[in-house]
């Protein structure tokens, strides 16, 4: 009897839990849809890169010091004059960094790669995919999924699109790893050169994920 009310009162939890969960990620999608649009960038990119990055979870955070669903480094972003730790500036950050790889390389397969490997690492390896198992699952992971999306589009992209998609983003600005934050004026960017020489020398992200198991 005890272990049959134990499973009902989980089983109320979860179904409780789950539509506040399920809008405040569509609420995370919507801000990357807007943000993706307006820098001319494709959404199921960038909903893809956020998927596989945090699971479009803005606490999270890598063995490696990155943060938020776009996973930035708080010096990175501080070059580009954002704040790693503000769910809108993360998601502007990543989407402004993808949009800069593209640019430098060219190809949406590479760009992907100097995100998560760094451009430097591309460069070495002659402009191509760094043979690195992670920088290769990555990349295919998230092509794959753009090929999904234009199948099946995220319901989030037309709502956004069509100005129909109204819910209130949750409060989602996580800890500053330091007592204080310091960052560049807004919209003030360094030089490129200076940009890329930090991040080639950063090393792929890896993002590892605690899962917490019940047993009834």
Do not use: W
Not at 25 to 47: F, R
Not at 171 to 197: C, F, H, R, W
Request: net charge positive.
């Amino acid at each position: 009897m005890k272990k049959l009310l134990l499973t009902f009162t989980l089983l109320c939890a979860i179904f409780v839990n789950a539509p506040a969960q399920a809008t405040d990620v569509n609420a995370v999608k919507a801000k990357i849809v807007k943000h993706a649009i307006s820098m001319g960038v494709d959404p199921a990119i960038a909903l893809s890169i956020a998927r596989t990055e945090s699971g479009f979870r803005h606490e999270a955070r890598s063995s490696h010091g990155a943060v938020g669903v776009f996973q930035l480094m708080p010096s990175t972003a501080r070059r580009m004059g954002l704040n790693p730790y503000s769910l809108n500036d993360n998601i502007k950050g990543g989407i402004m960094y993808y949009k800069k790889m593209y640019n430098m390389f060219g190809s949406v397969e590479l760009a992907l790669a100097a995100y998560n490997a760094g451009p430097g690492n591309v460069k070495k390896y002659n402009n191509s995919i760094p043979p690195y198992a992670e920088t290769r699952n990555f990349v295919r992971k998230i092509t794959a999924d753009v090929k999904r999306q234009k199948t099946t589009p995220d319901p989030i992209v037309a709502k956004v699109k069509s100005g129909t998609y109204t819910a209130q983003a949750p409060k989602t600005n996580i800890p500053k790893a330091k007592a204080e934050y310091k960052m560049a004026p807004a919209g003030q960017i360094v030089n490129a050169s200076d940009l890329e020489t930090e991040i080639i020398e950063e090393n792929p992200i890896e993002l590892k994920l605690e899962t917490l198991t019940v047993s009834i």
